[in-house]
């Protein structure tokens, strides 16, 4: 088992829909949660982050985070074709002083107008 | 500059050639990381730095080495390329701490024919 397993879509809706986006993980160590958002032919940026459990909002978005069922999930409300690109989870601990990032293989969205 | 800038932008080369891919960050951080996305395998990290003058491999390293002689610079070399090198390769970078975002380089598109 993959530690991160995120669903690669592709994923297609009209504008204005409730996107929900899925990662699951194995490693009960992961503390921090991440969605990155990446446009084509372009590097990822960083969407939200979030620490242990519960739910974040910046604006349209939503991350949440259930760490008893090892599950995390990004909604988009009232999506735009703007928000048509490729959403990575990405998780992380601080085991051994490590920095590094575990990343789902990405979810690729469309949004139609 | 600002932020990671990376060179080249794509680049063809021929089997058992080498090749040094470059990578700059102008944000003083001191963890800088090398990845390389694949379709239907996401983003897997080759290597690492936590700081200037320290290395790490990540999940992938074979092929490939780095070196961090000062903070800013964190070059990737293909000592001798094969085809399953061909890949679009990432540089990113990190300050060290709890809350460290990821900052990404564009990319690199490397063709190993």
């Known amino acids: 088992q993959k530690e991160v397993e995120q669903d690669p879509g592709p994923l297609s809706v009209p504008e204005g829909a409730i996107v929900s986006l899925n990662c699951t993980y194995s490693?009960?160590?992961?503390?921090?949660f991440m969605w990155y958002r990446q446009y084509s032919r372009k590097g990822p940026e960083l969407l939200m982050y979030?620490?242990?459990?519960g739910n974040k909002e910046d604006g349209r978005f939503t991350a949440q985070v259930d760490k008893s069922s090892k599950y995390i999930s990004l909604f988009i409300r009232d999506s735009q074709p703007s928000d048509s690109a490729t959403y990575l989870c990405a998780m992380k601990s601080l085991q051994g002083g490590s920095e590094k990032l575990v990343f789902g293989k990405g979810t690729k969205l469309t949004v139609n107008p | 500059i600002a932020g990671i800038t990376q060179a080249p932008t794509s680049q063809i080369l021929a089997a058992g050639r080498r090749m040094t891919l470059r990578c700059t960050q102008d944000m003083r951080h001191n963890a800088m990381y090398w990845y390389r996305q694949d379709l239907g395998l996401g983003l897997r990290l080759i290597h690492y730095s936590n700081t200037a003058g320290t290395t790490g491999k990540g999940e992938v390293p074979d092929g490939y080495s780095v070196s961090r002689a000062n903070t800013d610079d964190f070059p990737l070399t293909l000592a001798s390329a094969v085809p399953s090198q061909t890949s679009v390769y990432f540089c990113a970078s990190s300050s060290t701490g709890t809350n460290n975002e990821q900052f990404f380089g564009p990319g690199t598109r490397l063709t190993v024919l």
């Open positions: 979030t620490y242990s459990s």
């Open positions: 490693n009960s160590a992961f503390q921090y």
